[in-house]
Structure formats: C-alpha cells, structure tokens
C-alpha cells in the first residue's frame, strides 16, 4: 500500500506561482498513474493532471494547459504539480492520488493524499 503526502498550497494573488508535491511513502509509484484533482467551492471534483510513473507521460486538463506542469523526482518519489499564472478559478483543495487510472476517472486511482488547499485572491 502507497501512502501520499502533499505538501505545497497557500494563498497566492492572481498571476502567481505555486507548486505542490506529493510524496510516497510504503512502496514506490513505480508503474503506477499519479494525478491531480481539485474540488473548486461548490464544485465537484475535477482532474487537473497526471504523470505516468513508468514513461514520464503525462496528461491535463485543457483549463491548466500551458499554466500547469506535472513532472516527478525520481530520487524523492515525488509528483510535482508546478502551477503558474494563476487565476482566481483555480481556488480549490487540490488532492493527488495514485492508480492505474485512466487519467481522468476518479475512480481509477486507489490512493489518495491528505488535500492542500490552494487559494488565489483576484
């Protein structure tokens, strides 16, 4: 069983740069899909993005293509999450998890971090 950690969120202004990290712990990612949700207030959840452990593949959503990068340090077995320009609709607890996915099915990942909550102020 992988246990994740997140670290990483806070409160940004609008155009700012976060990133958030997701640590495992008990096993490696190994082959595994690591992803990114996030529930925006009164939302439901969405997919951000997603790292294929195996081949470095990875997959967004179109609303952070080109704002968001997902990439991993293999020697940390860590997923990073390196958000940049951000808007105020990014507002959201965002989550990591680890699964065989596909990508986007929330349903497909097994493991889930604790959520760091990302605010950004307009």
């Known amino acids: 069983q992988v246990q994740l950690v997140q670290t990483g969120g806070g409160l940004v202004q609008a155009g700012s740069s976060l990133n958030l990290s997701c640590s495992a712990s008990?096993?490696?990612?190994?082959?595994?899909?690591v992803g990114w949700f996030r529930r925006p207030p009164g939302k439901e959840r969405e997919f951000v993005a997603a790292?294929?452990?195996?081949?470095?593949?990875?997959s967004y959503a179109d609303s952070v293509k080109g704002r968001f990068t997902v990439s991993r340090e293999s020697a940390k077995n860590t997923v990073n999450l390196q958000m940049t320009s951000l808007k105020p609709e990014d507002t959201a607890l965002y989550h990591c998890?680890?699964?065989?996915?596909?990508?986007?099915?929330?349903?497909?990942?097994?493991?889930w971090g604790q959520g760091t909550q990302v605010t950004v102020a307009s």
């Open positions: 998890a680890a699964g065989v996915g596909p990508p986007a099915w929330v349903k497909g990942y097994t493991n």
């Open positions: 008990g096993r490696t990612f190994r082959t595994m899909l």
């Open positions: 790292l294929r452990w195996g081949d470095g593949g990875t």
